[in-house]
């Protein structure tokens, strides 16, 4: 009876946190386009932000009630599941092209970010101090990422992509209503936040549950379900952009998500409470991730079009992690 219950709240905590993240990036959309703002910066920030959301309210919650292994399980599996499973999945689907300004500026910090993580984790603990170097990371990513894009012409072929899928989302979700008032796009952005609270709460306290039923440790409860839980609604975004042409932006949300994964998820998580990986954080997880970043950064670089053959390995790559995660 007690494992039904947390079943239950783990499936409804997952929606809570989808839609949640939905309202999050709808409302801030809605707040940033009253304001005149170009749909590719609302698409490489808001978008960005809001995909990193359901991570940052689990890992925040756990943190705060000291499960650090849970957040920091949630990080390093978000990221692998980002690179892995939903590119390669969207690779399936429709081969996504990787633009060469990705290739120069995002990849290399892509790369770094992904190294970063065993590389502070070096001495078995990241203090506070290395929490608040990788929050700064992240608000550089996020002013270098604006100034760019501010430069970019009205015309470029990202903003058209962008505003296209802004386009084929809003058909998705059935709004053919006018745009919401200001007011109304804060208020849909603070519910979205709300929700985003909720189902923190309710997701780590049935994953919690559930895990400790079945005799799973809380390092690998953030690997697999916690973590899958969170890149849920990057992945049905990611394949729903496929299955509309608009698999090349993908590659934007996946980046942008892993930097703000490392970056700031794990950052204010260290900044709150200094996590400590004990003896249970195993390194085939920190070595997996940075495998599996370089593996997804050869096949962008390669041809600048990930194929359906190196889908399928980047799949199987996410499979691997897990097993050897569970394992070893």
Known sequence: MAQILYIVQVVLGIGILYWGAEWLIRGSAQVARAFGVKPLVVGLTVVAYGASAPELAVATKTAL??????????????????????????????PPTIDGRIIRRELPVLLGSAIAVPLLLRNGVLSKLEGGILIGCAVLFTIVTLTVSAQL?????????????????????????????????????????????????????????????????????????????????????SLVAAARGHSALAIGSVIGSNLLNVFLVLGIT????????????????????????????????????????????LVAAYVAFIVASTLL
């Not at 000291?66 to 429709?94: D, E, K, M, W, Y």
């Not at 996590?275 to 991730?289: C, D, F, K, W, Y």
Request: aromatic fraction near 2%.
């Open 65 to 94: 009630s000291h499960h650090q292994p849970i957040a920091l399980g949630t990080v390093i599996g978000s990221c692998a599941a980002n690179i892995s499973l939903i590119l390669g999945l969207t690779a399936l689907i429709r």
């Open 153 to 237: 012409d009205p015309d470029d072929e990202l903003e058209d992509e962008t505003r296209r899928a802004e386009e084929s989302a809003t058909t998705l979700s059935g709004k053919g209503r006018p745009k919401a008032s200001r007011a109304g796009a804060a208020i849909i952005t603070m519910l979205g936040l709300l929700l985003l609270v909720v189902g923190s709460d309710l997701f780590v306290r049935g994953g919690r549950g559930l895990a400790s039923d079945l005799g799973m440790s809380e390092r690998l409860l953030g690997l697999t379900v916690i973590s899958l839980g969170c890149a849920l609604p990057e992945l049905i975004g």
């Open 270 to 313: 260290a900044y709150l409470q200094p996590i400590h990986i004990g003896a249970r954080m195993h390194l085939v997880e920190l070595v997996g991730l940075v495998a599996i970043t370089l593996l997804g950064v050869l096949m962008m670089r390669g041809s600048r079009k990930i194929t359906r053959f190196e889908g399928a390995i």
